[in-house]
């Protein structure tokens, strides 16, 4: 367990100081010159343009991270319902897991 979590350290420590900066994609960098090019409306506002970027590129980031705090949390309210379920009936995970004949489980 004490490897996992130097391990996990390592791994974590690494990824962010190997990080650099970077530009926007192409798309995006024209997509934000063009609009400023386009004509002085509020609407066109290159710096409402950039920030709407901004914002699209945290939603498609934060989404998958949410959907797996939500799967996890759920795998781990069910294991602490089962354990607490194994435990009113008497027995520990590992009797379940070991039982030879799950036949003769009640």
């Known amino acids: 367990m004490r ?19 970077v530009s926007a994609c192409p798309a995006c960098r024209e997509a934000v010159a063009a609009s400023s090019d386009s ?6 506002d290159p710096a409402n343009s950039a920030a709407a970027y901004n914002y699209s590129i945290y939603l498609m980031v934060g989404v998958p ?3 797996l705090t939500v799967v996890v949390f759920g795998v781990y309210r069910g294991l602490k319902k089962n354990a607490e379920y194994l435990r009113t009936r008497g027995k520990s ?14």
């Open 39 to 44: 004509g002085d409306t509020d609407d066109d």
């Open 93 to 106: 995970a590992a009797d379940v897991l070991l039982s030879t004949n799950p036949a003769s489980a009640p």
């Open 65 to 67: 991270y949410l959907l």
């Open 3 to 21: 490897w996992f979590l130097l391990l996990a350290l390592l791994v974590v420590v690494l990824c962010l100081t190997a990080t650099q900066p």
